[in-house]
């Protein structure tokens, strides 16, 4: 396997999210927005040896949505379903319960002011589901041993025009040594501070997307889940992915590489093939 193709990681869990009260958003928002991804995945006219070295897409769906074999067989792609229940065995999701716990708590609720309203900080589903993204990315490695090249794609990421790609990422375009997060805006020496972050939630790295070759990454989902118990048992916080790996890049810049492209969820586009 070329060690230029990519196999890219994505997940759906349901939480119901239509029915929030607040940032909601349907299940057909979710999978309109994720079809354009999919679409790169379209098997071609071309052999089976040739296919099997193309890049390919994982996709963990939540098992209430079924995916028939003819469907799955039209792309290169492989589904592992997932439920509520299941997600128990994967580390970051484990620890839901302190997840919550936190989230009742009057501290963390003065703590956060005005974002207690935020799902993250709110909705422990949500901010776990969006930690177990290392650990989803972390399955596709075990499963897939001859790619060495890895990206995870949020679910929802095409939710606008704008952010549709019209090809795959080019891994020349990017360090394929490290971990690659694309920032909004810069990081600066104030953003060392976790607290600050929890309360002013700069906008920093974007969690829609990072990529990186399997060692980066397996010494990223170390550094991660360290991270996440620190945060729960040291801080006595929760707080979303990507402020998590704001905190794991002053751990260890050396392991990033952060490009800045000014706007969410610009990344697919910024790197993608051209003719």
């Avoid at 949020?154 to 997060?181: H, M, N, Q, W």
């Avoid at 916080?237 to 610009?266: E, M, R």
């Amino acid at each position: 396997m070329s060690s230029q193709k990519v196999c890219y990681v994505s997940a759906f869990l349901n939480l119901n999210r239509g029915g929030w009260s607040q940032f909601s958003r349907t299940t057909h928002e979710y999978f309109r927005a994720f079809i354009p991804i999919l679409n790169l995945f379209k098997k071609q006219d071309i052999s089976k040896e040739e296919e099997e070295l193309d890049d390919h897409l994982v996709l963990f769906m939540d098992d209430s949505f079924v995916l028939s074999e003819d469907l799955i067989s039209q792309y290169r792609l492989t589904v592992y379903p997932i439920s509520h229940e299941s997600m128990s065995s994967r580390f970051c999701w484990s620890h839901i319960g302190m997840e919550r716990f936190i989230m009742s708590t009057e501290r963390f609720k003065l703590l956060v002011g005005h974002r207690k309203k935020f799902p993250e900080h709110s909705f422990p589903e949500y901010s776990m589901i969006n930690h177990s993204k290392i650990d989803f990315i972390d399955q596709a490695m075990t499963e897939f041993p001859a790619y060495n090249l890895f990206s995870w794609v949020d679910f929802g990421y095409c939710a606008l025009p704008e952010r549709i790609p019209t090809a795959l990422v080019d891994p020349s375009k990017l360090d394929c040594t490290r971990v690659t997060y694309t920032l909004i805006n810069p990081m600066t020496e104030d953003d060392r501070d976790i607290l600050k972050t929890l309360r002013k939630a700069p906008e920093r790295m974007g969690g829609f997307f990072f990529f990186g070759p399997r060692d980066a990454l397996t010494t990223y989902r170390d550094l991660y889940r360290e991270t996440l118990l620190e945060f729960q048992n040291d801080y006595g916080i929760t707080d979303d992915d990507q402020a998590l790996a704001q905190v794991c890049y002053f751990k260890n810049p050396d392991l990033f590489s952060l490009v800045h492209l000014g706007k969410w969820h610009a990344a697919l586009c910024a790197f993608q093939k051209t003719n």
